[in-house]
Structure formats: structure tokens, C-alpha cells
């Protein structure tokens, strides 16, 4: 037994060193080839032949990653995180150094294809890189964020949801500070971390030290991890995200906009209204705040709410086109309401009376409706819809005249 061992053993040597001459040589493939003799029974080598076959093995991978391989990049790291873990129960650290180095020159490798495959919208592949980084480089937390934000833009959120999540296990914030000098012989600003910048200008190759600092991404992960969990029906879990992120970030417009949004989706129009309400509360100068906000009053058939939003997105925005014809829309809206009545009425005096006074009424909120319009047109002429709204406000009113003339403006 202790010779066949031993044959073995000398075995698993020739194949590591043959393959290491491949290496050398350059052919990775025929270095490959060489070193899966030895695999098979490399598990039950003594410690110090198995550091050196999945060192070799590493390096292998990791020269056919650089020549295209993607596949190699895990095996790889893989072959280089078995190196540590196996010298560390050693205690025989002979690899160990070099191995972390190329660790992090596969990290550097890895990072550079992922950014290559998110240009070419190769969104799956980049966020499998960029997670592979993290979990060889763990205290680089920023690889698991990009991972998470590649798989977003490729419409994996299941995956996405996974790197969000273990962001937040993480306690990630991506916040913090840059450290830039200007470099007096080229004038280029550069970037290093504090105490080289500090050295820098100190020594006088440098001047100008400034300090920016970078925002926290926690509201954005918050709001990312609950659009998302929107998108795959856990609407639950989503309104969770949102309420807690802006416990957060109590004061971030956009949080309660994306919650609305939510809540419109949901079909909840009633909390989608409050919700918008208390947005344009936080930024009352955004025009667009208040339209939306007149838009699921007209619907729910709370025309004065509707008008009062309307007039308050034209305040800020005098040419906002869509609030023009909406604000006319209710007016019309409102004249309409009066037809029912109108042709419910019998041919009494009084119902005469009554009738005449309900249709001044719709003819004096349908010419309300058309002077908004003739108001819009003066900045804006050519609108189509503008005056194909108008022409038929005149229709309704029997106005012959301006309903001809609207539809020259039309071109019909």
C-alpha cells in the first residue's frame, strides 16, 4: 500500500510539473490537459502536492480567462481561493502570497470584461463577473452593488433581488469622500486616498487638496429593491421598502413619487391622490406634481379638485399644453352633467324655465372650456390637439362660425 501510494504521489508530480511546463511554454490548453491527470486523486495527496496542483490549476485558468475564456474566470478563482483555504489549514504558507496577488489581478481582470460586456449590453454576464469580484475581493462592496445594478439593466430581477439584498446584509452605504490634489507638472486633478494626497501636497508636488464628498446609495437601493419587487408582483413586499426607506430619507421627493406610483398600479387611486398631494407639499414648484395630482381627481369625478390642480400647474407653467386642454376638459365635463336634467324635463312652464336656465349654464361652462383653449392657442397655434378639442367645444355649442373656422385651422 505505502508503494502504490508513493507511485501515486510521484504520479501526481510529473502531471503538476509537465503542466507547469505547458504554462511556461504558453500553451494553457496542453497545461490543462496535463494537470486533469492528476485530478482525480488529488483530494487524497498530502497537503503541500495539493497547494501546488491548484496553484498551477489557477494559473492555468486564469491565463485562458485572459485569452478570452470567460468561463476559466471562476475556475480560477475557485482553484486560488483552494490554495489559501488549504494553507491556512496547514499552517504551510508557501503559495499564499503570490496566490493573493493574482487573486487580485483576476479581480482587476474580471472588473475590466465586466465593464467591456455591460458597454455591449451583455447585462447577465457583467453582474456574474462582478459578483465573482466581490466574493474574491469582499471588502469591496461596490462590486456587489454593480452586480446588482448590471442584473437590473439586463431584467433579472430575481438576481438583482438577491445582490440588493445581501447590499443591505452588509450594511453597504457607498458613501464617503474623494481625496483629489492637483498635480503641479501636468495641472491634471488626480484622485488617492487621504494620506498620499496629504503626502503629496506636502511634499509639494501637488496643490490644491479638495474633498468631495460621495452621497449615500441606501434611499437608492431602498427604492431599487422596491420597484423591483414590484416588478415581480410582491407588492407587499415593495410598499415595505419604500416605507422604510423613507423613514430614511424623510425629506426625498422621488421616494414618495415611486410610491405612488406603486399604489396607482396597484389600482389604489385614493392613496396614489394622497401620496402625490403630500409630493407637491415637499416641492410645490413642480408643475407636473399638480397635473397628475388633477388627473385622478377628474377621474374619480372631483371636478373643482380637478380644476384647482390644474390652475396650479399653469401657474408654474403657463404653456402647459396638457393642463390647458384637462382644465377645458372639465368644464366640459361639468356642462355635460346638466344633459341628463336637460332631457329629463317635461314641457311645463316651469320645466321650460328650468330647462333654458340649465342650458345657459352648460353653454356658459362650455365657452368657459373654449376660452381656456383660445387662451393656449396664442402660444401655441399649431397644437393639433388643442384645436381638434376646440372645434368640437364649438360643435357641441352650435357655434357655426368658430366651428368652420377651427376647421380651417385644421386643414379639413
Do not use: W
Not at 215 to 242: R, W
Request: with cysteine; net charge negative; glycine share 6%.
Amino acid at each position: 500500500m505505502t508503494m502504490c501510494f508513493t507511485m501515486v504521489g510521484f504520479a501526481q508530480k510529473s502531471e503538476i510539473k509537465a503542466a507547469e511546463k505547458a504554462l511556461k511554454g504558453g500553451d494553457a490548453a496542453a497545461a490543462k490537459t496535463a494537470l486533469e491527470a492528476a485530478s482525480g486523486t488529488i483530494s487524497g495527496a498530502d497537503v503541500k502536492l495539493q497547494a501546488q496542483y491548484y496553484f498551477t490549476r489557477g494559473k492555468i485558468y486564469a491565463d485562458l480567462a485572459k485569452k478570452g475564456d470567460n468561463t476559466a474566470f471562476k475556475e480560477a478563482a475557485d482553484s486560488f481561493q483552494n490554495v489559501l483555504d488549504v494553507e491556512e489549514k496547514s499552517g504551510k504558507q508557501k503559495y499564499t502570497a503570490e496566490t493573493t496577488q493574482r487573486m487580485q489581478a483576476i479581480t482587476a481582470d474580471l472588473v475590466n470584461s465586466a465593464v467591456e460586456d455591460n458597454a455591449n449590453k451583455n447585462f447577465k454576464e457583467a453582474a456574474e463577473k462582478l459578483y465573482m469580484s466581490y466574493k474574491l475581493s469582499p471588502k469591496d462592496t461596490s462590486y456587489l452593488y454593480y452586480a446588482a445594478n448590471s442584473s437590473v439593466q439586463g431584467g433579472d430581477y430575481e438576481q438583482s433581488l438577491k445582490f440588493y439584498n445581501e447590499l443591505n446584509d452588509v450594511g453597504y452605504d457607498g458613501g464617503g469622500v474623494k481625496y483629489k490634489a492637483t498635480n503641479i507638472a501636468s495641472g491634471q486633478v488626480e484622485e488617492m486616498d487621504q494620506v498620499q494626497r496629504d503626502l503629496m501636497v506636502k511634499a509639494g508636488t501637488h496643490s490644491d487638496p479638495i474633498e468631495e464628498k460621495i452621497p449615500s446609495k441606501k434611499a437608492e437601493i431602498v427604492k431599487n429593491l422596491a420597484l423591483i419587487y414590484t416588478q415581480v408582483g410582491q407588492n407587499d413586499k415593495a410598499i415595505e421598502a419604500f416605507q422604510n426607506a423613507r423613514k430614511s430619507n424623510p425629506d426625498d421627493v422621488n421616494l414618495v413619487l415611486s410610491e405612488a406610483n406603486l399604489y396607482y398600479t396597484m389600482g389604489d387611486k385614493d392613496k396614489f391622490k394622497t401620496l402625490m398631494s403630500e409630493a407637491a407639499a415637499m416641492a410645490p414648484d413642480n408643475a407636473d406634481l399638480h397635473y397628475n395630482i388633477g388627473v385622478i381627481a377628474m377621474e374619480q369625478g372631483n371636478l373643482e379638485e380637478a380644476r384647482a390642480s390644474y390652475l396650479k400647474a399653469l401657474e408654474i407653467d403657463p404653456n402647459y399644453t396638457n393642463a390647458q386642454l384637462n382644465l377645458s376638459t372639465t368644464y366640459v365635463n361639468e356642462g355635460n352633467g346638466l344633459i341628463d336634467e336637460m332631457n329629463s324635463l317635461g314641457n311645463s312652464r316651469k320645466d321650460i324655465a328650468r330647462y333654458d336656465e340649465l342650458k345657459e349654464l352648460k353653454d356658459s361652462l362650455f365657452q368657459k372650456g373654449a376660452d381656456v383653449l383660445e387662451a393656449a392657442l396664442k402660444d401655441n397655434p399649431d397644437n393639433q390637439g388643442v384645436l381638434t378639442q376646440l372645434k368640437n367645444i364649438y360643435g357641441a355649442m352650435g357655434d357655426n362660425e368658430n366651428f368652420m373656422r377651427l376647421k380651417k385651422l385644421l386643414g379639413e
